[in-house]
């Protein structure tokens, strides 16, 4: 396994992720446990977020600080990346949201893009992108190929579920992107889906199954 590559070892991960597969978990409660892992996935994936010195006033004193130097974008996978939007949000929500929108072809499982508004020069230092599947890390890799063009250099993956392949996949075509989930499963099957894994995360958030 690459260095880069991060399986939440938190016990509140681990708990919440557990009733995010559980097959009878509800779209509504299915949302609000992506947004809330989401936080937590992300919150160990801007560890390194550079900053700044400033200070403030309590009102007691002056007390040293920091600002956040770099200016993030989201970039959520249509659709299913959209539920990790919210869970960034509570903690950036400054962040820009750049949509880029990939399919995954049923028959040859690669991605097709359909949607990129991005602007000529990149407004953001560092992207997030979010799927919470990484299965066979096409839609990432599509992605980041992108934003790559577009001018960015500091990209990382943030998702929920990883499966071997895709992390393989997306390691070898872009080695410098860390990628953090919170569990890596057993393996793909045959339609690509991850297994165990929870089924479909765009219909169990959109109550479309
Ligand atoms: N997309 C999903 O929603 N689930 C999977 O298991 C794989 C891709």
Redesign the pocket.
């Known amino acids: 396994m690459p260095d880069n590559v991060f399986a939440s070892p938190h016990p509140l991960v681990a708990h919440k992720l557990t009733k995010l597969r559980d097959r009878r978990t509800e779209p509504k409660k299915f949302r609000e446990l992506i947004r809330e892992i989401a936080g937590l996935i992300v919150y160990e994936a801007t560890l390194d977020l550079a900053t700044v010195p400033t200070t403030v006033m309590t009102p007691l004193a002056e007390a040293p600080g920091v600002q956040l130097r770099e200016k993030i974008g989201l970039v959520p996978i249509l659709r ?1 990346g959209l539920g990790i939007v919210e869970g960034v949000w509570d903690l950036m929500p400054t962040a820009e949201v750049w949509h880029i929108g990939l399919y ?1 072809d049923e028959r040859t499982l690669k991605p097709v893009e359909y949607y990129n508004k991005l602007p000529v020069e990149p407004t953001v230092s560092v992207c997030l992108v979010l799927d ?2 990484l ?1 066979t890390g096409g839609s990432a890799v599509a992605a980041i190929d992108i934003l790559k063009r577009w001018g960015v250099t500091k990209i990382k993956f943030v998702g929920l ?1 990883a ?1 071997p392949e895709g992390i393989q996949n997306l390691s070898s075509h872009h080695p410098d992107v860390p990628i953090h989930v919170a569990a890596i499963d057993s393996h ?1 099957n045959e339609i ?3 297994v165990p ?7 169990r958030q959109f109550g479309t199954a």
């Not at 894994?197 to 219909?203: P, S």
Request: proline residues 6%.
């Open positions: 299913a995954r919470p599947m299965a579920i499966a793909l690509g889906y991850i894994g929870l089924g479909d995360a765009g219909d």
